[in-house]
């Protein structure tokens, strides 16, 4: 491969090569953007396509027919995809009656012969010309810099592949979260097992928020791939079912990790499986009555420190009930009144943690980040995926976060259950306080749903992510929960008068 600013060179030695370039552009690819692609007949434009869209619907057997007569071919997609092949145009005006600026707004344009439109395709746009070169073809790729910077990140990440034994390996899309790491199935060309692989670029600087850093900073948020594999190693050293990191690039943040299966614990309408849940507390209950390190070792020159879930980070979570939801909310911000008494409010709930039981947090243990392994025993049934952010902090918050799951509905009779369960557990341990946790787990409630409640919101303003928003009522229920423990009561009662509904 060659660059040149904003153009790519790519020698392709046979169709194989042609395929994979597709595959790897199904994954660079985004709702509104327009690949047009040019060349010669026979020149492999037909292959390209066919493999990008067979790669987009995770289908080797998609039929996918040529539009050469009826000029376009839509398909839904996980992005939906609209293939127009120009060849027969008659007038580049005609392109606007095959619906293409309403596929571009909802999809991706695959457009063969793209110069019988000259100038009705948008200027933003890959360019993708194939010319044969000997017994293969030359792939000669432009676009605009946010397409480029995608292109370019998948194929260094196909090099990277391809230097760690999964060479011409088939490249699926599995998932993308909040943040900016995306998950792919890796399946290796000799039929062995899936893999995947966790595509984790580098968090950018961001805007100070608070003393000159940025909001992840003031978090203790993981800005790369080294607290992911040293808790990963650490778990699985205790007994865990953690991902074992198989291959690591700390620089351009991409992994490959063992594939722990796609059990989960809902079921098949969404609703939370009990035994599964309990089975998940358990694992905690377990996991918090164990020493875990704060210094873990992940490569000869570099240990990870776990940082501490601190006063800093957590009234910079709750905050964001204050910075957003509460605007969202009233049409307007809150007072300076307002943002004194909530900071001060919670200043003293901090202050009530000074006593509570801390050990790792997880962060994240919540439904999407737990795989059920119903062929394993103990602890083992509970797959950990999702835990770079891990700190050391209460005990509380990981239980908190299970027994309210974000994304589900616990309903009042299996939250008290979970609640049961792991007071019991832990009882059974020894030494155990529970009127100590309970306060605790109120107060760690209570933060990270003001947290989640504005984070919603920030999903759906600041980065376009209006699906989150959903979460609210259940978010503001879980809320009040927590404001059934006296020591909440303060909050309880900014809140209502705040005009924040639901608690």
């Known amino acids: 491969m060659t660059a040149s600013g904003s153009s790519i060179s790519l020698f392709l030695a046979d169709d194989t090569a042609t395929a994979q370039l597709g595959e790897d552009l199904?994954?660079?690819?985004?709702?509104?953007?327009?690949?047009?692609?040019?060349?010669?007949?026979?020149?492999?434009?037909?292959?390209l396509a066919r493999a990008l869209l067979r790669a987009m619907a995770d289908d080797a057997e998609l039929d996918v027919p040529s539009p050469t007569f009826t000029l376009v071919q839509f398909y839904e997609l996980r992005i939906?995809?609209?293939?127009?092949?120009?060849?027969?145009?008659?007038?580049?005006?005609?392109?606007?009656?095959?619906?293409?600026?309403?596929?571009?707004?909802?999809?991706?344009?695959?457009?063969e012969w793209p110069e019988m439109a000259d100038g009705e395709l948008p200027n933003e746009r890959v360019d993708l010309k194939l010319t044969h070169e000997g017994e293969g073809r030359r792939a000669a790729i432009t676009a605009p810099a946010k397409q480029m910077a995608r292109i370019e990140r998948v194929l260094a990440i196909r090099t990277f592949l391809d230097s760690h034994g999964y060479r011409s390996a088939h490249r699926r899309f599995l998932t993308g979260d909040a943040s900016l790491r995306a998950y792919e199935s890796i399946y290796p060309k000799d039929g062995g097992g899936r893999v995947i692989l966790m595509d984790w670029p580098r968090l950018p600087e961001g805007p100070a928020v608070l003393d000159g850093k940025p909001y992840p900073k003031v978090a203790?948020?993981?800005?790369d791939a080294y607290p992911f594999v040293a808790v990963a190693?650490?778990?699985?050293?205790?007994?865990?079912?953690?991902?074992?990191?198989?291959?690591?690039?700390?620089?351009?943040?991409?992994?490959?990790i063992e594939d722990l299966g796609t059990g989960g614990v809902l079921d098949a309408e969404g609703k939370p499986i009990a035994e599964r849940y309990r089975a998940s507390v358990a694992c905690l209950a377990h996991l918090h009555g164990l020493s875990i390190p704060r210094d873990i070792p992940v490569t000869p020159d570099h240990v990870h420190h776990i940082p501490d879930f601190d006063r800093t980070a957590m009234k910079m979570e709750a905050r964001l009930l204050l910075d957003w939801h509460l605007p969202w909310k009233r049409g307007a911000p809150a007072s300076d009144e307002e943002?004194?008494?909530?900071?001060?409010?919670?200043?003293?709930?901090?202050?009530?943690?000074?006593?509570?039981?801390?050990?790792?947090?997880?962060?994240d243990m919540h439904s999407p980040n737990?795989?059920?392994?119903?062929?394993?025993?103990?602890?083992?049934?509970?797959?950990?995926?999702?835990?770079?952010?891990?700190?050391?902090?209460?005990?509380?918050?990981?239980?908190?976060?299970?027994?309210q799951d974000a994304r589900v509905t616990i309903e009042r009779d299996l939250h008290d259950q979970l609640m049961a369960d792991y007071l019991a557990l832990r009882h059974a341990q020894g030494g155990f306080d529970e009127a100590?946790?309970?306060?605790?787990?109120?107060?760690?409630?209570?933060?990270?749903?003001?947290?989640?409640?504005?984070?919603?919101?920030?999903?759906?303003?600041?980065d376009g992510k209006p699906g989150y928003l959903r979460h609210?009522?259940?978010?503001?229920?879980?809320?009040?929960?927590?404001?059934?423990?006296?020591?909440?009561?303060?909050?309880?009662?900014?809140?209502?008068?705040?005009?924040?509904?639901?608690?």
């Open 370 to 403: 737990i795989i059920w392994r119903a062929h394993e025993q103990g602890i083992k049934r509970i797959g950990l995926i999702d835990f770079q952010d891990a700190m050391i902090g209460p005990t509380s918050y990981d239980v908190a976060s299970l027994v």
């Open 26 to 47: 199904a994954l660079a690819l985004k709702a509104g953007d327009c690949l047009a692609l040019s060349g010669d007949l026979g020149a492999g434009k037909s292959s």
């Open 220 to 223: 203790h948020l993981a800005w």
């Open 339 to 363: 943002r004194a008494d909530y900071l001060t409010i919670w200043d003293k709930l901090i202050d009530q943690l000074d006593d509570a039981e801390t050990n790792l947090l997880l962060r």
């Open 233 to 256: 190693n650490i778990l699985r050293e205790n007994g865990f079912a953690a991902p074992e990191i198989f291959a690591a690039d700390y620089d351009q943040g991409i992994l490959l």
């Open 80 to 111: 939906p995809v609209s293939h127009f092949d120009l060849y027969r145009l008659g007038d580049p005006s005609e392109l606007t009656e095959l619906g293409f600026d309403e596929a571009l707004q909802t999809g991706i344009c695959l457009v």
């Open 472 to 503: 609210m009522p259940r978010t503001l229920a879980y809320l009040a929960i927590a404001f059934e423990h006296e020591a909440l009561a303060p909050l309880r009662e900014w809140c209502e008068k705040a005009g924040i509904g639901g608690v």
């Open 436 to 462: 100590r946790f309970l306060k605790s787990w109120a107060i760690m409630s209570a933060q990270r749903n003001c947290k989640l409640a504005g984070l919603w919101v920030r999903l759906l303003q600041r």
